[in-house]
């Protein structure tokens, strides 16, 4: 399955080499330089990319490539898809999965990929179970480690390896016993230059963060769970019982997970919580244009729209802008081309305006692409599809947890067209 | 390696490079390039873990950055004992890395892994075992295959779970080896542990895939265990079972696929010849064996269902391609919801999904239809991710969608991303080709771009244009002259090619153009690009061949200058041209053909999508990703003829018992925490214990397919429920022969309907071979005689939706068969029950009914199958037989139809239209609502030519005319049916009425209750759809009941007379309740009508659409308060 894997940052260093089976020569990252140099954008190189002998399978993911090789035919989403579980736990382990964290800790890294792959076939990526292998670092743990010599590295073998719930250490115990639960929604959305929606739909994820003691079996149950249209679940979840019940039932992994996925489907009305008014034109002549964009409320549910960016990703023509805006700040980036115009909290009372000219570069001819908008904004308190959780109940330990939980709105790809 | 090596000893040459280290200082140490690693060594040499370890850490960040640490090997492996494990386990690592350079040295650790083996902590005897995999020597080999065998039968399941991974790479390192590695795979193939299932399949996949027999006895379990197998597992056993199930099972659609061939052809074929296809086919039909599906067939796709349902990318897609490549065509419509879903995910994961939706929505355009929208590009999605979105979009589009598709396209075309702006033109010229009705309009969209600033934008314009003018190039002369003015501007090679061959091919049409513009190139003949030369020398050929007076010396001017050309081609070209249409006295016989070779008329191109046919390879595979087999690609075999014997998979009944916990089936497990318990629990747990036990994945074997053919029993209800209720469709579906065909009909006539064909339907209701659709046909030709709006007819023939067709299948069956009374407690389960759980009682009882069969000790679990399954088979037929000859009933009240006024006597001049909704679906297009109309001639002499002119109508409405009425005599009337699309609003329809000598302008305006037709909801879906479209969406209003309004009755039939909806049957007398869609977007209206003490009522109407919501809440209440 999985040969070797490259990790490439963005300016094509390639730092961390890992090989699984026999050792590749790093040269056959050299038809994945030549795909990335033709692609110019990093998020335009294919997945897939085929030499004589052997297929690169790549991802991009904060700034760094993941560059796989594979020899023989394999599902290309399982390698992707293991990939970005490698991403992840990069991310679970530094708290950021970038070059430099990478680099720090490379011999954590390097034993995270030695225990999740064995002989390129997934071996251990469930978070629980590698924690217990190999202990992520921390700052008092390095000091003490330096000071002793001790190690890293779990003495035993975990217990979720072994049990029917792979996804659980064992032996958790906390003081204070708690269960958290985020829903966060986001809303999908393209609106066309009327302000009317084409299309919208909302995608929601439920995180947990469950810190309970011993084995704790927890249900959770919805208000309105026919909302849900779609959805996928996190391993732990038992698929019968939601299908007779709609009840999520589960045994839930230590620490931070997400719990499932769901999704709004179109055939739902979609609030649309903002409606943005905008003009965006250039002249014939005069090598310039005008701009003027008005953001308001519009389905809010009576609360407040917080942290609204809009972005706008400019012709190339564009040179410069001059704009005015009654609330926030905007900056022009001349380079990418991309407006953005941080508004933060909306006033209904006073609505954020921006409004100016642009200036073009002299002799071209007016752009005949029209920009689109996106849109970011935050609701807190507020799931926009109305889902509501009912309870959550715990079976099989005897302590009273604590409970909580949050509702978040956000913009997921929401954009305006123009 | 040799390769590699020599490369990180060039890197390790740069030793200025500062070297990452934990300890700062270490940077120093590499100031020798010979001695640098003399204090690594110290360092591993010393007493103190904290150096080693401190040693091996740098070690292992030299491998990381890829430089050569081979010199280190000895000082490295004397540390393989070390007590201290972080060390050991860098010392592993560094050995996997460097043994296969070393064998000699490496060969001194094999006894420590050796002793490992033995180690009583399974930990350790599982991490030696992976060493000594590992290490890539081939002298050990012997010790290896040892050590694997040994670690197959160890306790540990996960010691067995490293044997498994162990043996793919002995056979890499050792293929002699594989008769030995097969018997351990058979080995651990029969493991019954989850740990192991997932690995051991994998080295099955990489070893002996081929040894399809290794699988039959533990195909049961693996498919029980399946859900519980950790997800890079699951990935593996699908992909598997997939090919297993291709060799073991018949075609589900194999009736299906016969008729498809069919349907297809009808689709484009003559209705005569398709008659002929149809009266072909019931006889093809009759000779094959009536398909039942294998229970272990239907295990599989049971199984694997929840996985859908998987947070792992991977895994969707497996569960996706199985069911696209097994699953019955009624079934497979469930993946796309989850496909859908992965769209949101990380753009790699997209750009393979949408790989792979793109093969799919060619086979299977309907799955994806409702999730059009969910296809539209944003700017800031990937090129590539853009493309491949179009891909779908145009693969999608057909008559109904093409103008949302269009406005989307149009607004691509405004996009800043060049190469996605070119992607979206040739889409709108693939939609063109394919969608004969907009051709005209994409035709002049795309002459529109010529006049675009962006050079590419129009050079891919023209050659798009190019295309569809080769379909039809009489009528567009003038673009072709437009694009000759072009060519001065454009400089897009391809695009000039393409100009110089449209007035080259169609020169006769621009005979005064054509030689000018050879005349234009010749002069820059010199600089032009080689395509564009060679269809120089090809236009200048035809010129000379058309209008030799004009063109022949600009054509031996231009042949002169091919001839000295760089580029062999031309040269080659312009000498073969020259002999063949320059008259000399050598010039051969071909000569005399120049013409019919140079101006044969060329066929149209078929504009493709690049994915068709991509399907023969596995979904989801890389070979279908890359359209090209890939190394170790495990062919997609194709279905047999008949199938094997399905006793291979039958196993001894007690191994099979002895199951496996899964956590994910009882919900309480944690109440039974110790082990004890859970095995009491396991034997005490009888074989249907209940419904929960019995739809467990873990569930035994033979229960299963017991259970399996007990749900078939009770096929007819769950048939209505896998119809109604996506979620759960398919789940327990056990088709059977006649239900499949009968599903297929349906299916078949909703598609006709589609594609305005009613006459179509009815043949293809000839085709079934029972009795009563003929029956049912000749009721419907006497009712259309008639011309009266009874229901019985819009009921047979509104089959738009499966939902529908299939309640009403299950309405129309109610009559004293057998198989009826064993579904009669679907009926009459309590409404609070979910349908689920009633669906499970059912099938218990059903199957207890059946015969009085018991389910037997399931030592012989296979003949009761076979026996149950062919008792079924003549239970449905009977169930299908009667099930159409019943008549249908609706609850539209007849004779409540309202006429309106079109054209008053003495407007129109004698001649008198009335028009009245007849609230039969009409036909040719079910989406449009059917208005009769009525003419009258009172006047004395002949009307002639009736038809409709100039419809001036809403964006987005449509009109199907009637057909022309020639004559209409004096004094005689004349009724005909016209459809209009209201497109779910009450705007009027304009037109002009016509006769042979006056023109009236006329208007249709619908009431909101006429833009319906009725939906037959069974009370629980009622309620559960109620459950969806509430809110915003749901609007109440009480009322007080008219003096008339006394009973349940009137109230029935005012509000059907206000809407055409029908009545949803309902438990309470205090209420009505009734259902419908609307008839453009299919949108369901549901109206609630509770009755209160004293002549109160409220009135709750759901309807999405909420204009038409309030319309209808106001109708219905004046209705209601009359």
């Known amino acids: 399955m999985i040969h070797s894997l490259f990790l490439i940052n963005n300016a094509g260093d390639l730092f961390l080499e890992k090989h699984w089976k026999s050792v590749i020569s790093r040269s056959i990252c050299d038809y994945f330089f030549e795909a990335r140099e033709k692609a110019v954008e990093p998020d335009n190189v294919p997945p897939v990319i085929r030499s004589p002998h052997h297929y690169l399978i790549n991802i991009y993911r904060e700034k760094i490539f993941f560059v796989s090789v594979i020899q023989t035919e394999v599902p290309p989403l399982f390698v992707i898809e293991f990939l970005h579980r490698v991403a992840e736990t990069f991310q679970d382990y530094f708290g950021e999965c970038s070059e430099t964290t990478i680099k720090d800790n490379v011999v954590i890294v390097y034993e995270l990929l030695e225990e999740m792959l064995d002989n390129g076939f997934p071996l251990a990526t469930e978070s629980n179970i590698l924690k217990e292998l190999i202990r992520p670092p921390t700052i008092l743990r390095s000091m003490v480690n330096t000071i002793t010599g001790s190690s890293n590295v779990g003495e035993t073998l975990p217990t979720g390896q072994l049990s029917s719930i792979p996804w659980r250490r064992a032996g958790v115990k906390y003081t204070n016993n708690e269960a958290y639960f985020d829903v966060v929604e986001e809303i999908d959305a393209i609106l066309d230059k009327s302000g009317t929606t084409v299309f919208a739909e909302i995608q929601g994820v439920i995180d947990a963060c469950v810190k309970l003691s011993g084995m704790p079996d927890l249900s959770l149950s919805f208000m309105n769970p026919r909302l849900l249209d779609d959805v996928s679940f996190h391993p732990c979840v038992r698929y019968k019982r939601w299908e007779s019940e709609r009840v999520i039932s589960f045994i839930p992994p230590d620490g931070n997970f997400q719990l499932m996925s769901y999704h709004i489907s179109a055939q739902n009305l979609v609030a649309i919580p903002i409606y943005v008014k905008q003009n965006i034109s250039f002249f014939e002549t005069g090598s310039s244009g005008r701009l003027d964009i008005t953001v308001g409320p519009k389905q809010t549910m009576g609360k407040t729209v917080e942290c609204l960016v809009v972005t706008v990703h400019m012709p190339k023509v564009v040179l410069s802008a001059n704009l005015n805006a009654t609330q926030g700040t905007y900056n022009y980036d001349p380079v990418t081309k991309i407006l953005l115009w941080d508004i933060g909290k909306l006033n209904p009372q006073k609505l954020p305006n921006l409004k100016g000219s642009l200036s073009l570069q002299s002799g071209a001819p007016k752009p005949e692409e029209s920009p689109s908008l996106n849109i970011d904004l935050k609701i807190q308190q507020l799931a926009i599809s109305g889902l509501k959780v009912n309870r959550l109940d715990m079976y099989g330990e005897k302590y009273k947890p604590f409970k909580g939980v949050k509702y978040v709105t956000k913009a997921g790809k929401f954009q305006v067209r123009t | ?348 994961v997209q750009y393979v999904v949408l790989q792979n939706v793109a093969t799919m929505s060619i086979k299977r355009r309907g799955m994806f239809e409702p999730y059009l929208k969910s296809f539209y590009i944003r700017s800031t999605d990937p090129t590539q991710i853009k493309v491949l979105k179009l891909e779908v979009l145009t693969n999608l589009a057909n008559e109904t969608n093409i103008s949302t598709i269009l406005r989307e396209f ?52 023209v050659v798009v244009i190019k295309k569809l003018l080769q379909m039809q190039p009489e009528q567009h002369s003038d673009i072709i002259k437009h694009m000759a003015k072009l060519i001065d501007n454009i400089q897009v090679p391809m695009a000039r090619a393409s100009i110089l061959w449209l007035i080259g091919e169609y020169c006769e049409h621009v005979p005064k153009i054509a030689p000018d513009v050879l005349r234009k190139m010749a002069k820059s003949f010199t600089n032009e690009e080689d395509i564009v030369k060679l269809q120089i020398i090809n236009l200048a050929a035809k010129l000379y061949l058309t209008n030799s007076k004009q063109s022949k010396l600009l054509t031996q001017y231009v042949l002169n200058l091919a001839k000295y050309d760089q580029n062999y081609d031309i040269r080659d070209r312009a000498r073969f041209i020259r002999q063949l249409i320059v008259p000399t006295d050598k010039s051969g016989a071909l000569s005399k053909y120049a013409k019919k070779l140079f101006l044969a008329l060329k066929p149209a ?518």
Not at chain 2, 61 to 90: H, T, W
Not at chain 2, 415 to 443: H, P, Y
Request: with cysteine; net charge negative; charged share 30%.
């Open chain 2, 410 to 461: 149009q607004t691509y075309i405004k996009s800043m991303d060049k190469d996605f702006v070119a992607a979206s033109i040739q889409a709108i010229g693939r939609c063109a080709t394919n969608i004969g009705e907009v051709r005209d309009t994409c035709l002049n969209g795309l002459v529109q771009l010529l006049s675009n600033r962006d050079e590419l934008v129009v050079a891919e314009s």
């Open chain 2, 605 to 1122: 191109p078929v504009l493709e999508s690049p994915f068709k046919d991509r399907d023969h390879f596995q979904l989801g595979s890389l070979s279908h990703l890359l359209n090209a087999k890939a190394a170790g690609y495990q062919e997609l075999p194709n279905w047999p003829e008949s199938a094997p014997d399905p006793s291979v998979r039958n196993v001894e009944v007690i191994t099979l018992l002895e199951r496996v916990t899964t956590l994910t089936s009882i919900p309480d497990w944690s109440k039974c925490s110790s082990r004890k318990d859970r095995k009491e629990k396991k034997v005490e747990k009888p074989f249907y214990s209940d419904s929960e036990g019995e739809s467990g994945p873990t569930e035994s074997a033979d229960s299963e397919s017991d259970s399996g053919s007990g749900s078939a029993s009770a096929s007819g209800s769950d048939e209505s429920g896998s119809g109604s209720e996506s979620e759960e469709s398919g789940e327990e579906t056990e088709s059977d022969e006649e239900e499949e065909d009968e599903e297929e009909e349906k299916k078949k006539r909703k598609k006709l309907d589609k594609t305005k064909a009613k006459k179509q339907a009815e043949e293809s209701a000839e085709s079934e071979q029972s009795s009563s659709a003929e029956d049912r046909k000749r009721g419907r030709k006497a009712v259309k005689n008639q011309k009266s709006a009874s229901e019985s007819e819009s009921e047979s023939e509104s089959s738009e939706s499966e939902e529908e067709s299939e309640e009403e299948s299950e309405e129309e069956s109610e009559s004293d068969t057998n198989v009826r009374k064993k579904r009669t407690p679907v009926l009459k389960q309590p409404p609070k029950q979910s349908k689920k759980e009633s669906k499970k009682e059912t099938q218990e009882m059903s199957l207890l009914d059946l015969d009085d069969y018991e389910p037997a000790p399931a030592s012989a679990s296979v003949t009761p199958v076979n026996f149950l399954s062919s008792s079924l088979v003549s239970d449905l037929e009977g169930l299908s037989l009667t099930d159409t000859i019943l008549a249908p009933t609706t609850l539209a009240p007849s004779g409540s139809i309202k006429m309106y006024e079109l054209l008053h006597r003495i407007k129109g001049e004698g001649l008198a239209v009335e028009y009245c909704f007849s609230r039969q679906p009409f036909s040719p297009e079910p989406n449009m609502v059917a208005v009769q109309i009525q003419f009258t001639n009172n006047t004395n002499s002949e009307t002639k030519n009736l038809h409709i002119e100039d419809p001036r109508l809403q964006s987005g409405m449509r009109i199907r005319e009637f057909a022309e009425i020639d004559v209409l005599a004096a004094g005689e009337s004349v009724t005909v049916v016209m459809g209009i699309d209201f497109c779910d609003s009450t705007q009027a329809a304009n037109f002009q009425l016509c006769t042979h000598t006056r023109k009236f302008f006329v208007s249709i305006q619908p009431p909101v209750g006429e833009l319906m037709t009725p939906a037959f909801l069974t009370e629980n879906d009622f309620k559960k759809e109620q459950g969806k479209l509430m809110g915003m969406n749901e609007i109440l209003e009480k009322l007080t009941l008219g003096e008339k309004c006394v009973n349940e009755h009137v109230i029935v039939e005012r509000v059907t007379a206000t809407a055409n909806l029908s009545r949803v049957p309902c438990g309470s007398d205090k209420e009505c309740r009734f259902a419908g869609k609307t008839v453009s977007s299919g949108c369901l209206v549901l109206v609630t009508v509770t009755t209160k003490e004293g002549g109160g009522a409220q009135l709750t109407v759901n309807c999405e659409k909420m204009l038409i919501g309030t319309m209808l809440v106001k109708d219905i209440l004046q209705a209601l308060s009359q």
């Open chain 2, 1 to 348: 390696m040799s390769a590699s090596s020599a490369f990180s000893d060039e890197k390790g040459g740069s030793a200025s490079e500062p070297e990452y280290g934990h300890d700062p200082a270490s940077g120093g140490i590499f100031s020798s390039d010979y001695k640098r690693h003399d204090d690594l060594k110290e360092m591993l040499d010393s007493n103190k873990d904290s150096l080693k370890l401190e040693a091996m850490k740098r070690i292992v960040a030299m491998i990381a950055r890829g430089k050569n640490a081979s010199d280190l090997f000895p000082a490295v492996v004397k540390n393989v004992a070390c007590k201290n494990i972080e060390v050991k386990k860098l010392v592993y690592v560094y050995l996997v890395r460097y043994a296969e350079e070393q064998q000699d040295l490496a060969l001194l650790s094999i006894s420590t892994f050796q002793r490992g083996l033995k180690d009583p902590n399974q930990l350790i005897r599982a991490s030696a075992l992976r060493v000594l995999s590992s290490i890539r020597v081939t002298i050990i080999v012997p010790i290896m295959m040892l050590a694997i065998k040994e670690a197959a039968s160890d306790m540990s399941p996960y010691v067995r779970k490293t044997a498994a991974h162990a043996i793919p790479k002995l056979h890499s390192l050792d293929p002699e080896q594989k008769d030995q590695l097969i018997e351990v795979i058979e080995k651990l193939l029969a493991d019954k542990t989850t740990l192991v299932a997932g690995s051991v399949v994998m080295a099955f996949e990489e070893v002996c895939p081929d040894r399809i027999d290794l699988i039959h006895k533990n195909y049961r379990k693996l498919c029980n265990l399946l859900i519980d197998v950790e997800e890079w597992g699951q990935v593996v056993i699908i992909n598997m079972l997939t090919r297993y199930a291709r060799t073991q099972f018949l075609n589900p659609n194999i009736n299906e696929s016969l008729l498809e061939e069919n349907s297809e052809k009808a689709f484009y074929a003559s209705d005569d010849e398709e008659e002929e296809d149809k009266k072909a086919e019931p006889a093809t039909l009759a000779k094959r064996k009536p398909y039942v599906m294998d229970p272990d067939h239907r295990l599989l796709l049971r199984n694997t269902k929840p996985l859908l349902q998987s947070r792992n990318a991977a895994v969707v897609m497996a569960v996706a391609q199985l069911y696209f490549h097994l699953a019955p065509k009624a079934e497979v419509g469930i993946i796309a919801k989850a496909l859908v879903r992965l769209m949101r995910s990380h753009s790699e």
